[in-house]
């Protein structure tokens, strides 16, 4: 089994910073991409930041220029910079990633983390 253990999440102030991290428990192949998702108190799950095998990036309007997504595919990690923190960015953050296993073209294989709460509140 894999499992996709999160770290960093916790309180923060308004215009602080956090930085999660996700690691994969055991080795996987063929990662196609790395993303955080997020959900906040009465609202549905939306994609934050998404990172593909390439290094290229995609962002919800809502973080460009205060988050930052990057993965090691090596080490099966992926971290989310979280600067200039908001009250609105107050969720439960889920890593994801997609895989195409061992010796496969497509991305057959979809991991999620269990969630990390982040709370931006003064």
């Known amino acids: 089994q894999v499992q996709l253990v999160e770290s960093g999440g916790g309180l923060a102030q308004p215009g602080g910073s956090l930085r999660l991290s996700c690691a994969a428990s055991?080795?996987?192949?063929?990662?196609?991409?790395m993303a955080w998702y997020r959900q906040g108190p009465g609202k549905e799950r939306e994609l934050a930041a998404e990172?593909?095998?390439?290094?290229?990036?995609n962002y919800a309007d809502s973080v460009k220029g205060r988050f930052t997504i990057s993965g090691d595919n090596a080490k099966r990690t992926v971290y989310l910079q979280m600067d200039s923190l908001k009250p609105e960015d107050t969720a439960v953050y889920y890593c994801?990633?997609?895989?195409?296993?061992?010796?496969?073209?497509?991305?057959?294989?979809?991991?999620w983390g269990q969630g990390t709460q982040v709370t931006v509140s003064s």
């Open positions: 055991r080795n996987i192949f063929g990662i196609v991409s």
């Open positions: 994801n990633m997609k895989c195409t296993g061992f010796g496969s073209f497509r991305a057959q294989y979809d991991y």
């Open positions: 990172v593909n095998s390439g290094g290229r990036t």
